[in-house]
């Protein structure tokens, strides 16, 4: 059973910095992408960053030159790092991967809170 653990969420103040990381456990085969998505209370979920196999990277918009994904393949980990955070960053981040017959799987979430 594919299982995502989270970590890393918790409160920070503006400008602030959070490194969330995500481990995925029971994949069988490689994964293809990985991932960060956040939803805030009232808002649909929105893609944040993901990461290729081989390193490629998309970002929002919205977080450009802020935030940065990274992975470790033996590992089955990803890592956000949040810099210079914003009260608009706040919401409940969510890891996902997909593997390479494009199954996708999604953790629980961790929440990340952006108040002085």
């Known amino acids: 059973q594919v299982q995502l653990v989270e970590s890393g969420g918790g409160l920070v103040q503006p400008a602030g910095s959070l490194r969330l990381s995500c481990a995925a456990s029971g994949v069988i085969g490689r994964i293809s992408v990985m991932g960060w998505s956040r939803q805030a209370p009232g808002k649909q979920r929105e893609l944040v960053a993901s990461?290729?196999?081989?390193?490629?990277?998309t970002y929002a918009d919205s977080v450009k030159g802020r935030f940065s994904i990274a992975r470790d393949n033996g590992k089955n980990t990803v890592w956000l790092q949040m810099n210079s955070l914003k009260p608009e960053d706040a919401a409940v981040y969510y890891c996902?991967?997909?593997?390479?017959?494009?199954?996708?799987?999604w953790g629980k979430g961790t929440l990340v809170t952006v108040s002085s």
């Open positions: 996902n991967i997909k593997d390479v017959i494009n199954r996708e799987y």
């Open positions: 990461i290729t196999r081989d390193t490629r990277t």
